[in-house]
């Protein structure tokens, strides 16, 4: 790694050993995601399965477990996540840990200046419920929470995931582009912000408007504080649960997230969903993107549900089967609109129109 400059954005430039050992792993997981899946696909056929057409997961999970093809695809699923993270030479984990003194040390100095100024408010009372501490969510060893330096490996982890060039951030301005139009949007939470590139894009695209982003992590807080001030950016960093905001009523005009809802056991929608509508305004918007279910797929449903167990996410299922319609109306959200987004979701095209999309997502807009 080479050495930082106090003048560089916090952090340190990964070597070309660690990048090429990264572009592999993209790779075998591009392998795995395309010829792999397709194959246990097609033996899970010619064992029987039927495909598309019905069935359950106990039958599906009959036919492929003790396939090779798709023994191969899970071990893949499950460890080249921990090579990204743990590999003793190029893994994310032990990059930062080879500087860990330095980079606790000037991320605390940076992110103190914002508590200074209240841009930054952290709580260490927080009561962290358990499902947050208790989870290495995507096997992010100890969770976003453990260490001082969880919120800079998560960064970089989402950061090697994409192809060089590539903004990672499309992913927020797509979820933007789905909010009426018909209204003003003055003051915006991201809700889960993590290290605040949801809140960065928001500001990019409508300056001068209030940005609130909160999180149960004080390390990504610490981390989207520093991020903001590098582009000289002006928003509030807040630790919270999101459950139990501080906020008074109506005080938001828009809030998003971004993949958060797998994330919650499943009995907490209810008061997560009424928590986010009391917070906004009159004609407020609750948007966002989740992970779902290819419908009338039992086979792509299986190796959903299984893909989170294998990479540490253990409310996925539990998620993909709620209701989110009623749940969302039933928080006091009165216009709901649920729609399939396929053009992030999947960079892997299928040799045949006959193979289940291996992933999609849904967008989320609830209007109050």
Same mark, same amino acid.
């Given at each position: 790694?080479?050495?930082?400059?106090?003048?560089?954005?916090?952090?340190?430039?990964?070597?070309?050993?660690?990048?090429?050992?990264?572009?592999?792993?993209?790779?075998?997981?591009?392998?795995?995601?395309?010829?792999?899946?397709?194959?246990?696909?097609?033996?899970?056929?010619?064992?029987?399965?039927?495909?598309?057409?019905?069935?359950?997961?106990?039958?599906?999970?009959?036919?492929? @477990?003790?396939?090779?093809?798709?023994?191969?695809?899970?071990?893949?699923?499950?460890?080249?996540?921990?090579?990204?993270?743990?590999?003793?030479?190029?893994?994310?984990?032990?990059?930062?840990?080879?500087?860990?003194?330095?980079?606790?040390?000037?991320?605390?100095?940076?992110?103190?200046?914002?508590?200074?100024?209240?841009?930054?408010?952290?709580?260490?009372?927080?009561?962290?419920?358990?499902?947050?501490?208790?989870?290495?969510?995507?096997?992010?060893?100890?969770?976003?929470?453990?260490?001082?330096?969880?919120?800079?490996?998560?960064?970089?982890?989402?950061?090697?995931?994409?192809?060089?060039?590539?903004?990672?951030?499309?992913?927020?301005?797509?979820?933007?582009?789905?909010?009426?139009?018909?209204?003003?949007?003055?003051?915006?939470?991201?809700?889960?912000?993590?290290?605040?590139?949801?809140?960065?894009?928001?500001?990019?695209?409508?300056?001068?408007?209030?940005?609130?982003?909160?999180?149960?992590?004080?390390?990504?807080?610490?981390?989207?504080?520093?991020?903001?001030?590098?582009?000289?950016?002006?928003?509030?960093?807040?630790?919270?649960?999101?459950?139990?905001?501080?906020?008074?009523?109506?005080?938001?005009?828009?809030?998003?997230?971004?993949?958060?809802?797998?994330?919650?056991?499943?009995?907490?929608?209810?008061?997560?969903?009424?928590?986010?509508?009391?917070?906004?305004?009159?004609?407020?918007?609750?948007?966002?993107?989740?992970?779902?279910?290819?419908?009338?797929?039992?086979?792509?449903?299986?190796?959903? @549900?299984?893909?989170?167990?294998?990479?540490?996410?253990?409310?996925?299922?539990?998620?993909?089967?709620?209701?989110?319609?009623?749940?969302?109306?039933?928080?006091?959200?009165?216009?709901?609109?649920?729609?399939?987004?396929?053009?992030?979701?999947?960079?892997?095209?299928?040799?045949?129109?006959?193979?289940?999309?291996?992933?999609?997502?849904?967008?989320?807009?609830?209007?109050?």
């Amino acid at each position: 790694m080479t050495a930082e400059r106090t003048n560089a954005p916090f952090g340190f430039e990964p070597s070309r050993e660690f990048r090429a050992f990264h572009t592999f792993l993209a790779a075998a997981r591009n392998h795995r995601m395309g010829p792999l899946y397709e194959q246990t696909h097609a033996d899970y056929r010619r064992a029987g399965g039927n495909g598309g057409n019905g069935g359950s997961a106990k039958d599906v999970l009959g036919v492929i @477990d003790n396939q090779p093809s798709y023994q191969l695809y899970a071990w893949a699923m499950r460890h080249l996540q921990q090579f990204k993270y743990d590999h003793a030479d190029f893994g994310v984990v032990p990059a930062i840990g080879a500087r860990k003194s330095y980079l606790r040390q000037r991320l605390r100095d940076l992110s103190d200046e914002g508590i200074g100024t209240g841009e930054l408010t952290l709580d260490p009372d927080l009561d962290l419920p358990d499902y947050f501490t208790m989870t290495d969510f995507h096997q992010h060893p100890g969770g976003v929470a453990g260490n001082p330096l969880a919120g800079l490996a998560y960064e970089m982890s989402r950061a090697i995931r994409f192809k060089p060039g590539a903004d990672s951030n499309d992913l927020y301005r797509n979820i933007f582009s789905y909010l009426p139009a018909d209204r003003d949007y003055r003051r915006m939470l991201d809700w889960g912000t993590s290290f605040g590139a949801g809140v960065r894009t928001w500001l990019e695209a409508h300056p001068g408007t209030e940005a609130h982003g909160v999180d149960l992590s004080e390390p990504c807080l610490r981390l989207a504080y520093v991020r903001a001030r590098e582009r000289n950016m002006t928003a509030q960093w807040r630790q919270q649960d999101v459950e139990h905001l501080s906020y008074p009523d109506g005080t938001f005009d828009v809030a998003l997230f971004a993949f958060m809802l797998h994330e919650f056991p499943a009995a907490r929608f209810p008061a997560l969903f009424k928590e986010a509508a009391r917070v906004l305004s009159e004609r407020g918007v609750f948007v966002g993107f989740e992970l779902a279910y290819v419908a009338g797929s039992a086979f792509q449903n299986t190796l959903q @549900d299984q893909e989170g167990w294998l990479n540490d996410e253990p409310f996925m299922p539990a998620c993909f089967k709620s209701d989110f319609q009623t749940l969302f109306r039933e928080a006091g959200f009165s216009k709901v609109t649920i729609r399939r987004f396929d053009q992030m979701a999947d960079n892997v095209t299928h040799s045949s129109p006959d193979i289940p999309k291996r992933q999609t997502w849904n967008i989320y807009v609830a209007e109050k």
